[in-house]
T-cell receptor
């Protein structure tokens, strides 16, 4: 069975600081992994996805994630936070369906 | 091109009532998936339809049903509403079966409140 765990339901960073959002996965097969962002009162937008082509995946808005099989992790990072990054972030893994994590709310402090 | 559209945007229903939510996929997309997102939680998979056939079902009671029409639009029906059905219902479309190859594109959702 597949699942993802997001560590930290709330993360606060200062504008310009590094963003690190954590995601660990559980999968019995090589996983497909995703990061989505959700702004208030909106649907989910795909940030990036891992499909085994490369372990470092670059996404939109300056985000990237690194797949680490030994750590079963797929953490999301951005070198410099911007005010517009404040949103809810979801990690997901695909098995016979999409399994989403519980989300991490990112606050950016000016 | 228009994205995934959902209607209505908001809905208030009473316990025991029935509700129908609608979704129009992106033009050319043949698959529609439905998700329930309770406040403070991640989306939970309800159904996936592809070419008008159910291709996946999550762990939801039989009160939840869906269908996909020849134009690939979809309806989600919920009978005998419970307070716990209050949530944001998200629709997502993809060109093929959603997974590693085909990306999902989400609509803005329908906010259902059951009183």
């Amino acid at each position: 069975a597949q699942s993802v765990t997001q560590l930290g339901s709330h993360v606060s960073v200062s504008e310009g600081a590094l963003v690190l959002l954590r995601c660990n996965y559980s999968s019995s097969v090589p996983p497909y992994l995703f990061w989505y962002v959700q702004y208030p009162n909106q649907g989910l937008q795909l940030l990036l996805k891992y499909t085994s082509a490369a372990t470092l995946v670059k996404g939109i808005n300056g985000f990237e994630a690194e797949f680490k099989k030994s750590e079963t992790s797929f953490h999301l990072t951005k070198p410099s936070a911007h005010m517009s990054d404040a949103a809810e972030y979801f990690c997901a893994v695909v098995g016979n369906q999409f399994y989403f994590g519980t989300g991490t709310s990112l606050t950016v402090i000016p | 091109d228009a994205g995934v559209t959902q209607s209505p945007t908001h809905l208030i229903k009473t316990r025991g009532q029935h509700v129908t939510l609608r979704c129009s996929p992106i033009s050319g997309h043949k698959s529609v998936s439905w998700y329930q997102q309770v406040l403070g939680q991640g989306p939970q998979f309800i159904f996936q339809y592809y070419e008008k056939e159910e291709r996946g079902r999550g762990n939801f009671p039989d009160r939840f049903s869906a269908r996909q029409f020849p134009n690939y639009s979809s309806e989600l029906n919920v009978n005998a509403l419970l307070l716990g059905d209050s949530a944001l219902y998200l629709c997502a479309s993809s060109q093929g079966l959603a997974g590693g190859y085909y990306e999902q594109y989400f609509g803005p959702g329908t906010r259902l409140t059951v009183t």
